[in-house]
Structure formats: structure tokens, C-alpha cells
């Protein structure tokens, strides 16, 4: 790592005045060395941070210490996790903002949240900005307001068309259909949908990855989802489907309402679910099974949220690279068939993999770069 890029911790610490004798001299050696007024990179980085001058030191190394239980499969073992306030997530998000945006015209644009639009164009969401979405004839179709897109409902349109929103990995996205329907799309995926559904015709949308849906009802107008080679059709309902590729399964959780699942190559093996339960279709196998389940293991990241139950590493460490946009290459055979119950929210993913090295003595991990992790 460049050492420029330690220096906005250090500058912060040394506001809050808990520098300790080796970031003291740490510190000490990158002024001498970017101390010329012409590098640019160390004049930007305390520009930035000059204007941290409401940090509380009181306050911000005030941790909410909770004791959680994290329950490792078949062992139980009290954690207690560390939830740091502002000003440490300050100091990680700033050393991770100069790291990132150092050279932020290269930085490609499945990084991005992107709208492509029927005529093939593609915009770019930014959630701290607004913007109008209209279409080939410079019609006003939605609106962009943060993290939120929402469609109006144009009752004369007679042509379907397209739009194709893909929320990148470490992001979530809400999106409102023209008909009402609330999508809640998590991170690395994609949702194709019709600008305007048209009267006398299913609702018909193609998912990606995962979402979570509230469907407006409609009794004349069924609502689909093509989801990885199944289709889930409702009328009005709540639910949830994961569909990412890289998964062995594609689940659809009901949590309010009655949805049906078909698998693609099983037309007739059509399974009707009630509340509280998932549908699972077994890609390999080519099998469909149903049970019973707690919802919010599967809708919690609505929210923000991590729950794991009973879940192998070698599917948390997906979860995590999604959530948290970082690439995790695990070296640890014994860990990736482990079983683990956590729950996290706040943390970061080092407090996340400090947590399961605690409990885990034979895993050991290295932060390579911010997005890039080792586990041996």
C-alpha cells in the first residue's frame, strides 16, 4: 500500500490525541517526506482533513460495547463485538476514500449503480444526486431522488419497453414500478423491467441476483418474476428471491401473501407457498424442495443486515463479497465446509473476520488492499 495512503487515519488520531509512540513517528516521517507544497497528493489528503474540526474526542472513541452470541455449529461462544462510532468509521471511510478516488476516472462502471435505458443508452445513479429519467421523446417516465427510482404511470402508453438497473457489489437500490410495486435490489444485481406495463398483459420482470418485492395487487394483471430459470407469479404479495448465478440454488422466501414457483424445465412441478416458507430449486440436481423458514434470515439485508444460520463459510464468504464489494480468495479447506450462526450489521468486514477468527483458531486472513482479502 502507498504510504500516502495511511495518513489520513494518522492525522485523525492525532486530532483525537490517541496516537500512540509508533503512529507518532509514523506520522512524523510522511510529513517530512511529502512535505514539498507541490505533492499533491499530501496537500489534498490535509485539506480534507482540516475540516474535521468537530471531532469529540469523548464521543468518538465512545464504543457501544455489546455483548452478541455468536454460535459456531455445535459450540456456543459469547463474542463481544465492538461497534465503533463516528469517528473511527471516519477514519476507515476516509483512508478508503483517498485509496479509491485517487484515480476515479479509471474506475470502471459495473463499480457504479447504472440505468440502461430501451434505446440502449446508459446513465449513471448517483445516490447523493437527483435526476429525471424520460425517454426517446424527452417524456418525463421517473424520477431519481438518493437511493431510490421511481416510475410514473402513463395509462396511454401501448408499446412495452425496457429499462436494465444493475446495483454493484458493496450497494442496495429501491426501485417503485410504474404499477406501484416496491423492489428492493440487493448487491451484484441486475433487474430488467417494462417502463410501463400495458393493460390486458402479465406484469413480467427478469431478475439477476437478489430482490426483495412488494407487489401491488392487481387481480387482472398477474405479477412474474423470471428468476435463474424459474418463474414466481403472484397478485399482490411479499417476497424475496435470491437467483444469483454463482449459487447452487435459487430460494424464494414468501413472506406475505401466496406466491407460485415453476421451475423452467418443469412446467408442471408447480409448488404453491404459504407464509414462513421457501422454495428452493436445486440447479444441479434439477429439484425443487419446500420447508419452513424464518423470514428475516433472508430479507434481514433489506435493512442493512447480515444473518447466518446454520450456513456454511464457503456461502457467507459470497455474501460477504457482495455486501461488502471485496474479493475474498480462501486458502482454508477445514473452514470453507464450517457451519456458523452470527449476525452483524455495523461492522466492518475486519471486525466480521476478527469475529470469526476469534472463534475459529485455525483461520488467519490479510487485508491485501481494502478490496482484496486472503484467508489461510
Do not use: C
Amino acid at each position: 500500500m502507498k504510504d500516502i495512503f495511511k495518513l489520513p487515519k494518522l492525522l485523525i488520531k492525532e486530532k483525537l490525541e490517541v496516537l500512540n509512540d509508533n503512529e507518532k513517528q509514523n506520522l512524523k516521517e510522511l510529513r517530512e517526506k511529502h512535505l514539498s507544497k507541490t505533492d499533491v497528493d499530501y496537500q489534498k489528503v490535509v485539506s480534507k482533513i482540516e475540516h474535521y474540526d468537530t471531532i469529540n474526542k469523548s464521543e468518538g472513541w465512545h464504543g457501544v460495547a455489546e455483548k452478541q452470541q455468536f454460535v459456531k455449529r455445535k459450540k456456543v461462544i459469547r463474542l463481544r463485538v465492538l461497534k465503533y462510532a463516528a469517528a473511527f468509521i471516519g477514519i476507515v471511510g476516509l483512508s478508503t476514500f483517498f485509496l479509491l478516488t485517487k484515480n476515479t476516472d479509471k474506475i470502471p462502471m459495473h463499480n457504479s449503480i447504472t440505468l440502461q435505458q430501451g434505446n440502449g443508452d446508459v446513465k449513471i445513479i448517483t445516490t447523493s444526486e437527483e435526476q429525471n429519467i424520460v425517454n426517446t421523446k424527452g417524456e418525463v417516465v421517473g424520477v431519481q431522488k438518493g437511493g431510490k427510482l421511481q416510475y410514473q404511470n402513463k395509462s396511454n402508453v401501448k408499446e412495452l419497453v425496457y429499462n436494465e438497473l444493475y446495483v454493484p457489489y458493496g450497494e442496495r437500490f429501491e426501485l417503485v414500478l410504474s404499477d406501484n410495486t416496491k423492489i428492493y435490489l440487493n448487491a451484484g444485481t441486475t433487474l430488467k423491467y417494462p417502463v410501463q406495463f400495458i393493460p390486458g398483459e402479465n406484469r413480467q420482470v427478469y431478475l439477476k441476483g437478489e430482490a426483495y418485492f412488494d407487489v401491488a395487487k392487481d387481480s387482472l394483471h398477474p405479477f412474474r418474476v423470471n428468476a435463474e430459470s424459474i418463474d414466481v407469479q403472484v397478485l399482490g404479495t411479499e417476497f424475496n428471491i435470491s437467483a444469483y448465478p454463482e449459487d447452487p440454488k435459487v430460494n424464494t422466501v414468501l413472506v406475505e401473501g401466496a406466491v407460485s414457483v415453476t421451475p423452467e424445465a418443469q412446467k408442471d412441478n408447480l409448488q404453491s407457498l404459504e407464509p414462513n416458507y421457501k422454495a428452493s430449486w436445486d440447479k444441479e440436481n434439477q429439484l425443487i424442495t419446500t420447508e419452513k423458514v424464518e423470514t428475516e434470515i433472508y430479507t434481514a439485508w433489506v435493512s442493512g443486515k447480515l444473518i447466518f444460520k446454520n450456513t456454511p463459510f464457503s456461502e457467507i464468504q459470497r455474501r460477504l463479497e457482495r455486501h461488502y464489494n471485496v474479493s475474498i480468495t480462501n486458502d482454508n479447506e477445514a473452514l470453507k465446509s464450517e457451519r456458523f450462526d452470527a449476525t452483524f450489521d455495523i461492522e466492518t468486514i475486519n471486525q466480521v473476520l476478527l469475529s470469526f477468527k476469534e472463534n475459529h483458531p485455525g483461520l488467519n486472513y490479510i487485508i491485501n488492499t481494502p478490496n482484496d482479502i486472503t484467508i489461510y
